[in-house]
């Protein structure tokens, strides 16, 4: 067997928007991509959301994950037509508002695996239309990362599991489930999942920079 070059050059290679490794994950997102959580648990709490040609990188910093299964939420409709208020799946005897319904969840949570049989939680969701079906499951160290103080938790998912979206509406939320603070470190700032609305969401073009400026929030 006689192997011969190929003409012309190699193909570029695409560095990813972050390089995730559960070391300062969030202070890696370009500033400008990071957003404040709103109804955060402590001062500090920041949900970076970026993206590139080939996947999309959510990083969430949060004293939420300190608890094995505390989960943060983001409901994602890829290439959305006009917003239709539903709800989410149920955690913890708590069910969302959401105000649009969701094609897709990225779920994050620090202790994945529970034990029960069932593998791996923390992943990418599909809505099929009358149940929630997993499409990806993150694996730890590899997809998804944690900090060793356990406040941050980052993972890239691939286009092709959304879909391959030109547009995304989002929103996002850490299941608390303590009275009267059910929900936390809500993403956009005006999230209500507690209360049916038609607004409380944002819209994001992913031909745009990654800006958190650039989101439409309605």
Known sequence: MKLLPLAGEAAPTVSPAVALDGVDDIDAVDPAAVVSAGAGLESWSRVGLTWDAEALTLVVNSRAFEEDYAPFVLYVEADAGPAVPTTGFEYSGLTPALPFTPTHSITLRRQSDS??????????????????????????????????????????????????????????????????????????????????????????DLSAPPEVSLWTVR
């Open 115 to 204: 034990g029960d049989g069932l593998g791996p939680w923390a992943g990418v969701w599909a809505w099929t239309g009358s149940d929630w079906s997993q499409h990806l499951r993150f694996e730890p160290g590899v997809t998804m990362f944690t900090a060793a103080d356990d406040h941050t938790i980052s993972a890239r998912v691939p286009w092709s599991v959304l879909g391959s979206p030109e547009t995304l509406r989002i929103v996002g939320h850490v299941v608390w489930a303590q009275p009267f603070e059910e929900w936390k470190e809500l993403v956009p700032y005006n999230h209500t999942p507690w209360a049916s609305s038609v607004s409380g969401y944002a819209e994001l």
